[in-house]
């Protein structure tokens, strides 16, 4: 029913709103003035939809305050890593990353790269003179449980989604083509779509149709939770090549395979020099290890198998390409330097269009 699932949401926000304070009480503990949190709002000047943080908060020393935009992540992990960096890209002024807990070796990569954190077991490393905060060693309070995404971000919603944000016209498709082009069950594509519009990412608009709203926030929350809810769940195979650039060699369409990850971030940028390979098979595993030698994974694999999980085909990019929105998803899971720089540029070459407001 839609009262359970605007409750559902909302005891998102309340947990949301209790771990940011629970980061912030250590850092009052640690003698810094913070002020009370504030929801930032939803619309820009001119009401069109821009990515916003969870809130914003002022700390500091004495008056001394400076305002930050907190990212709140319950679950910070290398595999969301690129993702949340490139949320933060998005907000101006100073950042804050807000987790449940960010372990030492975590920490010391967002220290590196100039990112202010704060957990909630009293981990956080801020650097704004006068303030220096460099707080590690706090270990989680009890094993953490496994995260678990809300029911949009689990598998089945993931697959709508993605169809949805890659496809902008399939929203006004009848249920039945949705599910099809999704490649998921009807009943699934029909709590999709209700738990959509009680969120506010899908609107009706009568005789007109339906719209998807939010594309951008849609977008980020997508790539957040895709390398550890969905795709784990596909089961890739992972090999090694002796050679970087076997797949250049292939011929990708007897194969059934699409190009996803760092190569199909090189050929959209013409940026990336490719040294892992990840491809999307639309059939098995027969027809490509007949054209390439893949040996079993040793402790570094570079090869990546996933099967395909959509059934559309992607128009407007060169052939034999996952969609872009896929290959933003892999560069960024990487955490890696490069990757999260190529996958900047796939958004602003590729999704920023594809994701605007209709």
């Keep these: ?191 999709v779509m209700e738990d959509l519009r009680t969120q506010d990412y899908v609107r009706d608009l009568g005789k007109r149709g339906r719209t998807l709203t939010n594309r951008r926030k849609l977008m980020h929350l997508w790539v957040d939770a895709y390398p550890h809810q969905l795709k784990p769940k596909l089961q890739p195979r992972h090999f090694t090549a002796a050679d970087a650039d076997w797949w250049r060699r292939i011929n990708l369409q007897k194969a059934g395979a699409l190009l996803g990850g760092e190569p199909a971030g090189a050929a959209l940028t013409n940026y990336l020099k490719p040294e892992k390979t990840t491809l999307y098979l639309k059939q098995g595993l027969a027809t490509l290890i007949a054209q390439a030698v893949l040996l079993p994974p040793h402790d570094a694999p570079n090869v990546e198998l996933v099967p395909v999980f959509w059934n559309f085909e992607f128009k407007g990019t060169l052939p034999n390409l996952a969609p872009p929105l896929l290959v933003f998803a892999d560069l960024l899971a990487t955490g890696d330097d490069r990757c999260i720089e190529t996958a900047k540029l796939i958004d602003e070459q590729y999704l920023v269009e594809l994701t605007r407001e209709a």
Aim: some cysteine; aromatic content about 6%.
């Design 1 to 191: 029913m839609p009262i359970a699932r605007d409750n559902t949401a909302i005891y998102t926000v309340l947990a949301e709103q209790t771990l940011i304070e629970r980061a912030l009480g250590h850092l009052r503990a640690m003698g810094l003035t913070v002020n009370a949190p504030k929801l930032a709002p939803k619309k820009n000047a001119i009401g069109g939809r821009v990515p916003q943080p969870d809130a914003y908060v002022k700390l500091g020393v004495g008056k001394t305050l400076h305002e930050y935009a907190i990212e709140a992540k319950k679950h910070l992990a290398p595999a969301n890593l690129g993702a949340t960096l490139q949320q933060l890209a998005g907000y101006e002024g100073r950042k804050l990353i807000i987790a449940e807990y960010i372990p030492a070796p975590l920490g010391e990569r967002l220290r590196a790269l100039g990112v202010a954190f704060a957990d909630a077991q009293g981990n956080a490393w801020i650097h704004e003179p006068p303030v220096l905060i460099w707080a590690v060693g706090h270990k989680a309070d009890a094993k953490p449980r496994a995260h678990r995404a809300a029911r949009l971000f689990q598998p089945g919603g993931l697959k709508v989604i993605f169809a949805l944000l890659c496809v902008p016209k399939l929203i006004d498709e009848p249920l039945r083509t949705i599910a099809d082009k999704a490649n998921v069950a009807l009943g699934t594509a029909a709590w």
